[in-house]
């Protein structure tokens, strides 16, 4: 595989073998020239059968690598992945996403032909309920579920917007020059710990380069009944908190971006942009979550939480 590798598409997984099956499919039956990209799974210490439904159940693929990750956390997973890859670009899917028949032809496309070369590339979102949207889940809250859709055409994100994780790409070179993602943050056991791919993006910003959105290269969400409750986005709003006051501490270190811009607009507005339609404003679960959010990024900012 070697040296035509164009593009290495990454699964990070840990104990969700009962959806990885079907990303795998989307990722083998891709337009794209089998002999042009790989599909590297990165088992993230699972203790179920993923590695079996991965070396057993596509065998057949010759362009599937099975790699083992010992170290926890959703960031140690990432950046073995673009180590491992052979690929001149990486993209990153969750293990419970589904990705469009042209999704790697479409990133490579983006890559190519997008002047000057965006640094992260990625495109629009979409949940698939495993059981109906509960009304109290405003579309402030999506986000919280790596749903996005920023546009109907493609876009270069403005400050304020960004890229999920389970659908974004990266010229591998970057990420090495960027020493990858950064391991305090991301899933990190049990706790909801996020922002490492939105860290990345802002340091991206920060040396002039930029993310590119396009609503085609798209991919389709697995939502489960457990992360449609109320106490599910209660805690996952505060340690969203907990993730900005890391992002803000990281920035204020080694980054270029005034850390009074960051708070003003990269953010704490869009989190205001959202609440700009009076319904949602006035949703009081909503605002419970805003004042979770709030709670988490005060815990860690007095060392409560780490």
């Given at each position: 595989?070697?040296?035509?590798?164009?593009?290495?598409?990454?699964?990070?997984?840990?104990?969700?073998?009962?959806?990885?099956?079907?990303?795998?499919?989307?990722?083998?039956?891709?337009?794209?020239?089998?002999?042009?990209?790989?599909?590297?799974?990165?088992?993230?210490?699972?203790?179920?059968?993923?590695?079996?439904?991965?070396?057993?159940?596509?065998?057949?693929?010759?362009?599937?690598?099975?790699?083992?990750?010992?170290?926890?956390?959703?960031?140690?997973?990432?950046?073995?992945?673009?180590?491992?890859?052979?690929?001149?670009?990486?993209?990153?899917?969750?293990?419970?996403?589904?990705?469009?028949?042209?999704?790697?032809?479409?990133?490579?496309?983006?890559?190519?032909?997008?002047?000057?070369?965006?640094?992260?590339?990625?495109?629009?979102?979409?949940?698939?309920?495993?059981?109906?949207?509960?009304?109290?889940?405003?579309?402030?809250?999506?986000?919280?579920?790596?749903?996005?859709?920023?546009?109907?055409?493609?876009?270069?994100?403005?400050?304020?917007?960004?890229?999920?994780g389970t659908n974004m790409a990266f010229p591998k070179k970057l990420?090495?020059?960027?020493?990858g993602f950064p391991l305090n943050l991301g899933r990190i056991g049990?706790?909801?710990?996020?922002?490492?791919?939105?860290?990345?993006?802002?340091?991206?910003?920060?040396?002039?380069?930029?993310?590119?959105?396009?609503?085609?290269?798209?991919?389709?969400?697995?939502?489960?009944?457990?992360?449609?409750?109320?106490?599910?986005?209660?805690?996952?709003?505060?340690?969203?908190?907990?993730?900005?006051?890391?992002?803000?501490?990281?920035?204020?270190?080694?980054?270029?971006?005034?850390?009074?811009?960051?708070?003003?607009?990269?953010?704490?507005?869009?989190?205001?942009?959202?609440?700009?339609?009076?319904?949602?404003?006035?949703?009081?679960?909503?605002?419970?979550?805003?004042?979770?959010?709030?709670?988490?990024?005060?815990?860690?900012?007095?060392?409560?939480?780490?």
């Amino acid at each position: 595989m070697g040296q035509k590798m164009i593009i290495s598409a990454i699964i990070c997984t840990h104990n969700r073998s009962d959806y990885l099956s079907r990303s795998i499919n989307s990722l083998v039956h891709q337009s794209y020239p089998a002999s042009d990209y790989e599909i590297l799974v990165i088992d993230n210490h699972s203790s179920d059968d993923t590695k079996k439904i991965v070396t057993h159940g596509f065998q057949h693929v010759k362009n599937l690598r099975y790699i083992y990750e010992g170290a926890i956390g959703l960031s140690h997973a990432r950046n073995t992945g673009w180590k491992e890859a052979n690929g001149k670009y990486v993209a990153y899917l969750d293990d419970d996403a589904i990705v469009e028949k042209d999704w790697l032809e479409k990133i490579v496309s983006a890559f190519e032909t997008i002047k000057p070369m965006p640094g992260c590339v990625g495109g629009k979102t979409e949940p698939i309920f495993e059981t109906p949207r509960p009304r109290w889940l405003t579309n402030t809250l999506l986000p919280y579920l790596s749903i996005i859709n920023w546009s109907n055409t493609p876009i270069i994100l403005s400050c304020g917007q960004w890229l999920i994780g389970t659908n974004m790409a990266f010229p591998k070179k970057l990420l090495a020059d960027m020493n990858g993602f950064p391991l305090n943050l991301g899933r990190i056991g049990n706790k909801l710990l996020s922002g490492e791919e939105r860290l990345l993006q802002l340091h991206l910003q920060a040396q002039g380069m930029t993310s590119y959105y396009d609503p085609r290269i798209s991919v389709s969400h697995h939502i489960p009944i457990s992360r449609l409750t109320r106490s599910w986005f209660v805690s996952r709003s505060f340690w969203s908190g907990v993730s900005k006051s890391v992002i803000i501490e990281n920035l204020s270190v080694c980054s270029k971006i005034p850390i009074k811009n960051l708070k003003g607009s990269s953010l704490i507005k869009p989190f205001r942009q959202r609440l700009g339609a009076l319904k949602e404003l006035l949703s009081p679960f909503t605002v419970l979550c805003y004042l979770a959010s709030l709670m988490g990024r005060i815990s860690a900012q007095l060392k409560i939480v780490k």
